[in-house]
């Protein structure tokens, strides 16, 4: 029997809320999603003001970020570059997304769930999941 190890409501929480206080810090809002280590949504926040369109894109980077076990840039990078790229299709799902600020949550290799957020900069999205990847693995 196989056994498959992957963040709980818990971890998403703590996620959440160190997301969400850093994101008042900066008088920023955006769109934050956890999901398990299948890309299904654990948690999920929408901060008053936040773009409708986030919701789905946050979502979309989470599940991206755990299925593919890599950082949603990185596959944004890979599909804009014509040099060694390749089609979104590539995945097999219309649910991927190149766009930056989907986060694995890595544990020795082994890819427990991801942290998205939305409705920032790539940049800053990347910067404020990370913070989130953070919390739950302190």
């Known amino acids: 029997m196989q056994q498959q190890r992957t963040i709980d409501y818990a971890d998403a ?71 060694q790229g390749f089609d979104i299709s590539y995945y097999g799902d219309p649910r991927f997304i190149g766009w930056g600020g989907g986060m694995p949550v890595l544990v020795a290799g082994e890819c427990l769930g991801a942290v998205a957020v939305s409705g920032l900069s790539e940049d800053e999205d990347a ?6 990847i953070a919390a739950i693995l302190a």
Do not use: C, W, Y
């Open 13 to 83: 929480q703590k996620a959440l809320t160190v997301i969400v206080a850093e994101l008042q810090r900066r008088n920023a809002i955006g769109v934050i999603a956890v999901a398990d280590n299948h890309g299904e949504l654990i948690a999920f926040a929408r901060m008053d003001g936040a773009p409708f369109q986030s919701i789905t894109i946050a979502i979309n980077k989470a599940f991206t970020a755990a299925r593919a076990g890599k950082p949603t840039r990185e596959i944004g990078k890979k599909i804009r570059s014509a040099d």
């Open 127 to 132: 910067e404020i999941a990370s913070m989130g």
